[in-house]
């Protein structure tokens, strides 16, 4: 594309995204119930820390300095349920987040969304849907809907926040699976800066570090690829620096035994129906672009995840005993 051209693109992103209503009154509930929301959050999770794991998580903030003045795009790493909670208490300011279309259908996780303000997608499709000819999807759930909603939030002074990956990051070998340039689009249409965030669970320490990176800023000339590399690139050290500094074995050590442990314990603290949710779009070791790759894949996980109810069950009857 010619610089012309680039301008052109992002101008015709800004104008399509101005004509999306943005509501004043709604923005003013979100800001208000977030908090709440985010309580909520932490409840649950800690609920499940303290039952299934070694007791409630401590959290501990990095990088605070890197916060800029504006509104911003958040980036972050996904890989526990108290993901959203992290970020919200390492930032301290409300944000529009991007989510999966079908967790609509879970009560719990469609009102915490609706609390916080949520921007659905449909990232995925099903079986019967990649059989048919012709898929259909909700224009209100489409893509560049959910984009330009994003974009129009951001140019009305709001942050927005997105798990940029789409998923869980449930590969040994990656510290930030490969991801798509939306988010860049997003930022430099939005005329906002991208902040990463890294957040790190040591489940053996009962600790969980969130790193807030230096904000990266693009313009219409920059390289989308380059850019988005830049992102991932500052999230993927930011997590290997939290583990050499938590005396955690080196990454290139960590063995797929060492792994599938972290993946159980990071199962045990997550309620089953949200459980079930992420695994749909699960992506591991770089299978991101096919379906059924990614159900391969899911078999993987369902094992480690009897295993993980194997554990939870075994606890319950624990506690059962020493109480008679």
């Given at each position: 594309m010619t610089i012309e051209e680039k301008i052109e693109y992002y101008n015709n992103l800004r104008n399509k995204a101005k004509k999306i209503e943005f509501s004043e009154k709604m923005d003013a509930f979100h800001q208000k119930m977030t908090p709440f929301a985010v309580k909520l959050n932490k409840g649950v999770a800690q609920g499940a820390e303290k039952k299934y794991l070694d007791g409630v998580f401590e959290r501990e903030v990095i990088g605070l300095e890197n916060l800029p003045d504006g509104?911003?795009?958040?980036?972050?790493?996904h890989s526990n349920m108290s993901d959203v909670s992290c970020v919200y208490d390492a930032i301290q300011r409300p944000f529009y987040?991007?989510?999966d279309a079908d967790q609509k259908k879970e009560f719990a996780t469609n009102l915490f969304n609706n609390l916080i303000g949520v921007f659905y997608v449909k990232r995925y499709y099903t079986d019967e849907e990649m059989k048919c000819a012709e898929v259909k999807v909700d224009p209100k759930i489409a893509p560049e809907t959910a984009k330009l909603k994003m974009i129009?939030?951001?140019?009305n002074g709001k942050n927005c926040m997105m798990f940029f990956e789409g998923t869980w990051c449930m590969s040994p070998n990656e510290l930030v699976l490969p991801t798509k340039f939306g988010n860049i689009d997003i930022a430099i249409a939005g005329k906002v800066p991208i902040v990463p965030i890294a957040v790190e669970?040591?489940?053996?320490?009962?600790?969980?570090?969130?790193?807030?990176?230096?904000?990266?800023?693009?313009?219409?000339?920059?390289?989308?690829?380059?850019?988005?590399?830049d992102v991932r690139s500052s999230i993927a050290s930011a997590r290997y620096l939290i583990q050499e500094n938590n005396s955690r074995c080196e990454w290139g050590s960590y063995t797929?035994?060492?792994?599938?442990?972290?993946?159980?314990?990071?199962?045990?603290?997550?309620?089953?129906?949200?459980?079930?949710?992420e695994a749909k779009v699960v992506r591991l070791r770089d299978k991101y672009g096919d379906y059924y790759q990614r159900q391969e894949e899911?078999?993987?996980?369902?094992?480690?995840?009897?295993?993980?109810?194997?554990?939870?069950?075994?606890?319950?009857?624990?506690?059962?005993?020493?109480?008679?």
């Open positions: 509104p911003a795009l958040y980036i972050a790493n987040i991007m989510a129009n939030a951001l140019l669970y040591l489940y053996e320490k009962n600790k969980v570090i969130i790193s807030i990176q230096e904000p990266l800023y693009f313009n219409e000339l920059s390289n989308k690829i380059d850019a988005n590399e797929q035994k060492d792994f599938d442990e972290t993946l159980i314990k990071c199962i045990m603290a997550y309620p089953s129906l949200s459980y079930k949710e899911y078999a993987y996980l369902e094992g480690l995840r009897q295993e993980a109810l194997r554990r939870k069950k075994q606890m319950r009857l624990s506690r059962l005993r020493n109480r008679k």
